[in-house]
């Protein structure tokens, strides 16, 4: 916990590409943590497997696609991320598709070898790799500027999630360039300033 608080007041001083070479370089080191941990033999010629390193990829699975089966043979809590928003927000998306697409359809579109990885996320067993972003947005028809915003939210903490992405500049969603282009064809692309009406006005239109 220590190692995370320092990484959170650092995040201020790195550049934006250094920035998430260090989330994923952290991101690493905690699977490769998990992965050199002992598990329980279950008689599989696997269980004295040598370390390998965490980013590798046999028969298209990865250490990191494994990480939440390994952490439930050591004896660790299941769902530890079942409170976060991504966990709440891709189990959403799995339910509003499932007129049209199958989890198992999902988690193919997203680059996942089963359905259960799609299910692990979905409970919150297991993060979101930052890397799997851009795939799982796709097969989850969602924005994944968005999706990125709540993946570095579970991986690093609400407020390190927030100085990464004021780090990066803020990017806007792709909703919200939709509300862009409104506000310029209403105003003639006037550039027209927030007053307190209009700003009343937007937050009345969410209840606020």
């Known amino acids: 916990m ?11 001083t790195i550049s934006s590409h250094g920035l998430l070479r260090a989330l994923m370089e952290a991101e690493r080191k905690e699977e490769k ?11 599989s010629p696997l269980h004295n497997i040598e370390v390998v390193r965490p980013d590798a990829v046999f028969d298209g699975v990865s250490i990191t696609d494994v990480e939440s089966t390994i952490s439930a043979a050591a004896g660790e809590t299941t769902n530890p991320f079942e409170d976060t928003r991504l966990a709440k927000f891709v189990a959403r998306r799995v339910k509003e598709l499932g007129p049209k697409k199958s989890q198992r359809q999902i988690a193919k579109e997203a ?24 795939s799982l947005a796709n097969a989850l028809e969602c924005d994944s500027t968005y999706l990125m915003h709540l993946a ?57």
Not at 33 to 43: A, I, M, Q, S, Y
Request: charged share 25%; aromatic share 4%; hydrophobic share 40%.
């Open 33 to 43: 943590h998990l992965c050199e941990k002992e598990v329980p033999d279950f008689g």
């Open 152 to 208: 570095l939210e579970q991986a690093v903490g609400k407020l390190a999630a927030q100085a990464a992405i004021e780090a990066l500049k803020a990017p806007v969603t792709k909703n919200e360039v939709g509300w862009l282009k409104v506000i310029r064809e209403a105003s003639d692309s006037s550039d027209p300033q927030i007053t307190s009406k209009s700003r009343a006005t937007i937050m009345s239109i969410f209840g606020k």
């Open 2 to 12: 220590q190692g995370m608080k320092k990484e959170t007041v650092e995040l201020h």
């Open 111 to 134: 680059g996942y070898p089963n359905s259960n990885m799609v299910a692990m996320v979905k409970a919150g067993a297991r993060k979101l790799a930052l890397d799997r972003v851009p």
